[in-house]
């Protein structure tokens, strides 16, 4: 049996929903999806809230979907007692519009330092389409 990269070794998606409530996240109607040895899932609808002027999915919502599943991704990855984690920097391409139905984010890692996490960020449509490519870099801090 392969070890996960999570702290938890036994962490469950029942685990992790509450750390969507009241965040941009739940106003976008995110929701962490699955959980493998080395990666997490979320989805997000695309509808009113996700759409841009012309009815496609926002650019801005699709780095702000990139974002929370790679942050929960390196909170799940860092004991908590002593270390924190907070966004560095994240870049997206964009790569294929969207107007309806859900989209599917996978983060993966790169990279899992004692003081960064590079985290690569895929996300595809209902047809498997791949729609954007980002990475996601965390800083891993000393709690004080």
């Known amino acids: 049996m392969n070890k996960s990269i999570w702290h938890n070794q036994a962490v469950t998606i029942a685990d992790i929903a509450h ?3 009241n965040t941009l996240g739940e106003h ?3 929701q962490f999806t699955e959980i ?4 997490l899932k979320a989805t997000m609808p695309v509808d009113k809230r996700t759409h841009q002027p012309y009815g496609l999915l ?4 699709s780095v702000a979907l990139a ?3 790679g ?3 390196s909170a799940l990855v860092i004991n908590h007692e002593t270390m924190m984690c907070v966004g560095l920097e994240i870049n997206a391409n964009h790569l294929r519009g969207v107007k309806e139905g859900f989209v599917t984010a996978t983060a993966t890692p790169l990279h899992l330092g004692g003081s960064t996490h590079v985290w690569d960020i895929k996300i595809h449509d209902e047809k498997e389409h791949l729609i954007c490519v980002s990475r996601l870099t965390v800083a891993i801090l000393k709690r004080r």
């Open 28 to 30: 976008l109607g995110m």
């Open 36 to 39: 493998g040895e080395n990666y």
């Open 67 to 69: 974002e929370t599943v």
């Open 19 to 21: 750390l969507g409530k």
């Open 58 to 61: 926002h650019g801005g919502a």
């Open 71 to 73: 942050s929960v991704a």
